[in-house]
């Protein structure tokens, strides 16, 4: 109950610090903190210290950053034509829903938790997921259009029983 009233804080904090953050924000510093927060932590070990809107930490006195709050900090008062760029998505993939089962279960996990992360933890994490989740998925797809890679042997049990 309490966790989305202490993760508006942020924008609380955000609100009563205008010299902190920019009326146009920056869309390049969303670019650049999506780049970093989604590149692996072996290939960016210090990506925390990359992190444009870490600097903005302080905002938050719990650590929670609001997608309001990111909003302002990333778009100023345009941030909500960001959310208006996920609704344009959202029903995007709610139209190619109807064409397969990939599109329907990317559409059920776009509506039920992306974007209830958004405004609870922000933007960076909740995009990360759904990239991960993308990859992940295009794995099983090309998986599946493959085939097995492993041919399955009829008796494969027996064969491991005796084995040991």
Known sequence: MYEGVFSQLSLIGTIRHPEAW???GSFWAFAHDVICFITPRFL???K????IVDQFSDLSPLGAASGY???IIYFGFFFPFFYLG???FGSWLSRRATTSRFWSMMYVYFVCDFLFRIMRDGY???IKMLV???IILAFVHLYIRAGRLLPVVRDSASQIREYR
């Open 44 to 46: 960016l070990p210090e």
């Open 132 to 134: 991960n989740t993308f």
């Open 124 to 126: 960076l994490i909740p």
């Open 86 to 88: 996920l609704g344009c």
């Open 48 to 51: 925390d210290k990359l992190l």
């Open 69 to 71: 709050a990111q909003g």
């Open 22 to 24: 920019s009326i146009w």
